[in-house]
């Protein structure tokens, strides 16, 4: 999952959590928006910056922490793990998304 990473002694990162709600990261994403492999060089990746909304470039990153801000590193990976199916005879679709393997050829999934 995630790292957070506390620089300094500050309180803002904790207000900023305390103000911020899901629902206002709803918004439309095109497909095409979605890169489908990494930038190189990598730290020219873009990034946003969230006290102001800027469009930056990843590079820029130490310039932007202040003591007391919080850095979360997500250390997720992402794996091909959604497959879509049909049922025999009816031509229904089946989605099924891969969750955690069990072993071997077992997963948890949700159908």
């Known amino acids: 999952m995630g790292t957070a990473v506390k620089v300094g002694s500050s ?3 904790s207000v900023f959590a305390l103000m911020t709600r899901t629902d206002d990261f709803v918004y439309d994403l095109p497909s095409d928006a979605i890169a489908q492999a990494a930038i190189e060089p990598r730290d020219s990746a873009r990034l946003l910056e969230a006290r102001s909304l800027a ?3 990843f590079s820029d990153l130490p310039l932007l922490l202040h003591p007391g801000d919080l850095l979360v590193v997500n250390s997720t990976r ?6 879509i ?3 025999l005879g009816t031509d229904g679709s089946v989605e ?7 072993d071997g050829d077992r997963w ?3 159908c």
């Open 11 to 13: 309180r803002r990162a």
């Open 96 to 102: 099924v998304l891969l969750l955690d393997r069990l």
């Open 55 to 57: 469009d930056r470039s």
């Open 78 to 83: 992402v794996r091909a793990a959604r497959l």
């Open 85 to 87: 199916g049909s049922k």
């Open 108 to 110: 948890t999934a949700l």
